[in-house]
């Protein structure tokens, strides 16, 4: 296998993992620990091949900064356990140079989610434009629970970010 196939497989895991945890969380409010595990096993082989090893520790680094204080957020019991691991994943993958921004677009893409899921719990017939569909019906579900699967607005950031994490914007 070449190095530019290699590259592009561990694209495609990070790409099906983070789209994979999307789905899982909005169907069930649960992130499968081998997503987070699959991430962070590919990274190195990512980072060695597409970037260079040189830059590994600085993105360990920030992962661990990241984890730390998203701990705070646990035991608040304002994030999930799955939304924390999701997200050191996620933040190994992007690095120090791309995490600030990552964090203030998954910020606002999960505020966005919260004050959605409000409103329609506020007033359920808001979600009478989206129909029947599966997925509004999810989150006339999730409203009535009072849930919100934060993994969806960490995984739709990373998506987000993944042009040009993978050196394609």
């Known amino acids: 296998m070449t190095a530019a196939a290699l590259v592009f497989l561990t694209q495609l895991v990070f790409v099906f993992c983070v789209s994979y945890a999307i789905v899982s969380d909005l169907r069930r409010l649960i992130i499968p620990n081998w997503i987070p595990i699959a991430l962070a096993v590919t990274f190195p082989v990512f980072a060695l091949l597409h970037a260079g090893g040189d830059r590994i520790p600085a993105h360990v680094a920030v992962t661990v900064l990241v984890f730390l204080i998203s701990m705070i957020f646990f035991v608040a019991d304002w994030m999930g356990g799955g939304d924390i ?3 050191a994943a996620i933040i190994l993958w ?6 600030p921004e990552f964090l203030m677009v998954m910020s606002l893409l999960g505020a966005a989610l919260a004050i959605t899921l409000m409103i329609v719990r506020s007033f359920p017939s808001a979600a009478d434009p989206w129909g029947q569909t599966i997925v509004a019906r999810r989150v006339i579900e999730l409203a009535r629970l009072g849930q919100c699967p934060y993994g969806v607005a960490i995984g739709a950031a990373a998506l987000m970010f993944a042009p040009r994490m993978f050196g394609f914007a």
């Open 94 to 99: 992007l690095g120090p140079s791309a995490a």
């Open 85 to 87: 691991k999701l997200l």
